[in-house]
């Protein structure tokens, strides 16, 4: 339906369309929002074919059944029209999640839990690996949440913060 109303749009608004996706200078003439949530949404991954990876093994990602990811931010289609009505440009959203209803992030997180023991997680407050002694993960899997912004200084933040836990040597 959604790829019908855009094969639409773009017959009638020819102009707009090309403009849109191949002007000169693209970088120059185009915002691009970003929109980010808190939603508590997940994903597996593991080692497959599909696909994008062209069936050839790499990783593939599923949805996590009752986590699923909507590929709609409520209210980011509203801001972006709004935004184009303001600076005379053109709303246009991207392929995969707009036309296909496929949700993208560059902020994978998670997948190595905070716990007091091996049952409860994977490292303990320190970030060390529960049983392991002198192994630590410090990246972006141990972020307990989705911040809703984007992630990088946090992870920095925790990586400094476990480091300042490590003894030096005497
Ligand atoms: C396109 C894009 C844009 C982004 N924009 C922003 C932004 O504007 N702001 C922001 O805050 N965040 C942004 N992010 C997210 C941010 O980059 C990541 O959340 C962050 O880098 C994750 O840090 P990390 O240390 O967990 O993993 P990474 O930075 O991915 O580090 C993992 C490292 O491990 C190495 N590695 C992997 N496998 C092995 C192996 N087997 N042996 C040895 N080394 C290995 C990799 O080469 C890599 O250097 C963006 C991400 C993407 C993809």
Redesign the pocket.
């Known amino acids: 339906m959604r790829l019908l109303k855009f094969i639409g749009w773009a017959l009638t608004h020819p102009i707009d369309f090309l403009k849109a996706l191949f002007l000169p200078g693209w970088a120059h003439n185009v915002t691009i929002l970003?929109v980010m949530q808190h939603a508590d949404n997940r994903m597996r991954f593991r080692i497959g074919r599909s696909l994008f990876t062209l069936f050839r093994t790499g990783m593939v990602a599923d949805e996590e059944p009752g986590y699923e990811i909507n590929a709609q931010v409520k209210g980011s289609h509203e801001v972006t029209r709004e935004f184009a009505k303001r600076t005379n440009g053109v709303a246009l959203g991207s392929i995969g999640e707009n036309l296909l209803g496929m949700p993208t992030t560059?902020?994978?997180?998670g997948g190595a839990p905070i716990g007091k023991n091996a049952d409860e997680g994977l490292v303990d407050e320190s970030f060390a690996v529960h049983n392991y002694e002198g192994l630590y993960i410090?990246?972006?899997?141990i972020?307990p949440a989705n911040p809703g912004?984007?992630?990088?200084?946090?992870?920095t933040a925790l990586?400094e913060y476990a480091m300042s836990k490590v003894q030096s040597k005497k």
């Open positions: 970003l560059a902020h994978i997180l410090i990246d972006g899997s972020m912004v984007n992630p990088s200084l946090t992870i990586a």
